[in-house]
């Protein structure tokens, strides 16, 4: 075992001290550059960072200024990424996982400066850069949010004054699609506007950014009041506060709304950040939040009207959230397509309805309601995962056309664009 820096060790190691052998990493100069969460130990972490590592009998230790990460010598193995492990240039593993001993241990492990060296039983080396670990482990990632958003209700997104994208700036140049993208990650709606109102431009719109998500509504939709679908939306009645495609395992992740054409009064769109609503129920019933966030719910869309017979079933929680971070990545609300609930006994239904009740005091507050009239040449994105909408009552000739996206793919363009989706 070789160390480095021993002399530099100071009394904060002393507890690691006692339980082995400790090495310490000076000097990170290139640390911060290295390491995103760089903000994070921005704060806690004078200019030269301070690490120490222990090798315990089942697993690895890396302490670095206040994180303590903890890694399992299965999970180290499993990603080693030597050339006989890991394929670099497709970014996939060609080790057998499950041919890796699950009480494996390190025959030996040493740094050289930023790079660990683990020597296994059978001689494989792996070498595992200092910042790859600490930017991969559990502990980190922790700490770490998947998706910066700004939550907003109608005054905070009003005072933010978001811009809209125009159209040609966002079909033509990179800077113009990353601007809108940006937005709309943040806010979870966004606009384009000086659309040409037709179809095929708003196509040619939601291509840019995605894969357009075919449905049972077609590829593109494009709908009036003639109820030539067993569906609600497609008469002349309010709408109240929902997402869509409740009724699919993965509802859309994305709608896009184009208003053709609007002869008559009303009509106007209602937008409500359920995130924003889902924090205040949080803060004030964290009790609620969880329930909701575990009790599974069934939505349903069943259909027979002229040709179209349909019956879909979704099942998931009101809220979901990553186990891990408890951040919020989608919600599901749509009272209108909520199937019978009886995945739960009584008891917990009754609790349920009181949290369901909580949370939607919070979205029918009428400061969270941000209400639109789409007109043609304006078209609005929404992230169905994250903000309701609805619509007003209207009379008159209204068309509208739009399409679903897979939200899989508006992030993927997000990301290669270096947007942190
Ligand atoms: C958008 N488009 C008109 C095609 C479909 C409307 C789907 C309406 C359904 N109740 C839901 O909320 O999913
Ligand atoms: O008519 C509208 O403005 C929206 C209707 C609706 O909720 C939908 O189509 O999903
Ligand atoms: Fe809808």
């Not at 090798?55 to 903890?70: G, I, K, P, S, Y």
């Not at 099942?315 to 408890?326: A, F, M, T």
């Not at 619509?391 to 897979?406: H, K, M, V």
Request: with cysteine.
């Amino acid at each position: 075992m070789l160390c480095r820096g021993l002399s530099h060790l100071q009394s904060r190691f002393q507890n690691l001290l006692k339980r082995g052998v400790i090495c310490q990493v000076l000097q990170m100069s290139n640390f911060k550059s290295l390491f995103p969460l760089a903000i994070h130990w921005h704060h806690t972490a004078s200019k030269s960072m301070n690490c120490a590592w222990h090798q315990h009998e089942d697993h690895f230790e890396l302490q670095c200024a206040n994180t303590v990460m903890r890694f399992g010598y299965v999970w180290l193995r499993d990603h080693c990424r030597s050339a006989s492990c890991y394929n670099s240039k497709t970014h996939q593993r060609s080790l057998d996982t499950a041919s890796v001993d699950l009480y494996i241990k390190p025959k030996s492990i040493r740094l050289d400066e930023t790079t660990f060296f683990f020597t296994w039983p059978d001689g494989h080396v792996t070498r595992y850069d200092l910042d790859w670990l600490m930017k991969n482990s559990y502990e980190s990632q922790k700490q770490k949010v998947i998706q910066p958003r700004i939550l907003w209700n109608a005054k905070i997104y009003q005072q933010a004054q978001v811009p809209s994208a125009d159209f040609q700036h966002f079909l033509e140049t990179n800077e113009g699609l990353k601007k809108f993208l940006q937005n709309f990650l943040l806010y979870g709606i966004a606009f384009v506007e000086n659309v040409p109102p037709t179809q095929e431009h708003t196509e040619k719109l939601a291509e840019r950014i995605s894969l357009i998500r075919e449905t049972i509504y077609g590829r593109m939709w494009y709908f009036t009041s003639d109820f030539s679908r067993g569906d609600t939306a497609y008469t002349k009645l309010a709408l109240d506060r929902h997402t869509d495609t409740t009724y699919f395992q993965e509802p859309c992740g994305i709608q896009v709304f184009h208003c053709l054409k609007h002869e008559g009064t009303g009509g106007r769109t209602l937008l409500v950040d359920g995130f924003y609503a889902a924090q205040q129920v949080l803060q004030k019933a964290p009790e609620e939040f969880e329930l909701l966030s575990k009790v599974p719910l069934k939505h349903e869309y069943i259909e027979n009207v002229g040709e179209c017979h349909n019956h879909m079933i979704g099942v998931g929680p009101v809220l979901n959230i990553y186990p891990w971070n408890k951040e919020l990545y989608l919600i599901r609300y749509n009272n209108y397509d909520r199937a019978v609930i009886n995945t739960v006994p009584y008891d917990i239904v009754h609790r349920w309805y009181t949290a369901h009740r909580t949370l939607t005091t919070e979205l029918r507050k009428p400061e969270n309601e941000l209400w639109v009239k789409l007109k043609p040449g304006k078209v609005l994105f929404i992230d169905n995962w994250r903000v309701l909408h609805g619509r007003e009552a209207f009379t008159g000739y209204r068309q509208l056309c739009g399409c679903y996206l897979t939200r899989d793919d508006i992030l993927n363009t997000a990301r290669l664009l270096g947007l942190q989706a």
